[in-house]
């Protein structure tokens, strides 16, 4: 079974400007989750959704973050104007359903803002 | 927001010896669950304890939780090389309404010697 994918898996920008990362769950995963994790600390939610529909983003910096799941599967999240603290793992995690389920994480895309 | 704190921040030993880290949180939880992240890697779910259970084994691991303490712990035993890693306590909390809303604490570093 393939694992949750990310991409790009790297990213080096200037601040000011944007960036999107891509998230593919695994198949049949009606939820998917957006996860900050700044160096040396746990994973922050950002959003999550149920199918194509946001259940929590109540964490996201809407100013500078936005997030689509466009027809339930493949998702992004797209930070614009990015700023130094924006450095930081971004994790995409899925899960069969949202509750007390096991959620699988994807590798991280890694963003340094210089 | 951070929820849970383990306790220790990093923890060394031998391969051969047990390994305990423990978690405190804060609010009233549906269940909790231990991750494992590997230095770059995306995270591993290793185990989920329901509110109303004491105590979880899954191989070498073996997890407690006492809700009126708001505690957790976790064991792993006859500890290997491959087991150095960053642990991490996240809870479902009841007020998400069991969504599957994890917050994630601040993360054991484990670091096992040949």
């Known amino acids: 079974e393939a694992g949750v994918a990310q991409s790009p898996r790297y990213k080096i920008i200037e601040k000011r400007q944007s960036v999107a990362f891509w998230c593919n769950p695994i198949?049949?995963?009606?939820?998917l989750y957006w996860y900050q994790q700044i160096l040396g600390q746990g994973p922050k939610l950002l959003i999550q959704?149920?199918?194509?529909?946001?259940?929590?983003d109540s964490q996201l910096p809407k100013d500078r973050f936005s997030a689509e799941r466009l027809k339930g599967v493949d998702s992004t999240l797209k930070i614009q104007p990015a700023k130094l603290e924006d450095s930081a793992v971004y994790l995409c995690?899925?899960?069969?359903?949202?509750?007390?389920?096991?959620?699988?994480f994807g590798e991280g895309s890694w963003l340094t803002v210089v | 927001s951070q929820q849970g704190e383990e306790d220790p921040q990093a923890l060394s030993i031998q391969e051969g010896e047990n390994a305990t880290m423990n978690c405190s949180y804060k609010?009233?939880?549906?269940?909790l669950q231990w991750y494992r992240q590997n230095s770059g890697r995306g995270l591993v779910h290793l185990i989920l304890?329901?509110?109303?259970?004491r105590e979880k084994h899954s191989g070498r691991l073996r997890v407690t939780l006492d809700t009126s303490k708001k505690s957790s712990s976790l064991l792993i035993t006859a500890s290997r090389a491959a087991d150095t890693a960053s642990y991490f306590c996240?809870?479902?909390?009841?007020?998400?309404?069991?969504?599957?809303?994890?917050?994630f604490g601040t993360g054991t570093q484990l670091k096992v010697e040949l």
């Open positions: 995690a899925s899960s069969y359903t949202g509750t007390a389920n096991t959620i699988y």
């Open positions: 304890i329901r509110s109303n259970e």
């Open positions: 198949s049949g995963h009606a939820t």
């Open positions: 996240a809870t479902d909390d009841i007020l998400t309404g069991g969504g599957n809303k994890l917050t």
């Open positions: 609010t009233s939880i549906n269940n």
């Open positions: 959704f149920q199918n194509n529909g946001v259940v929590d």
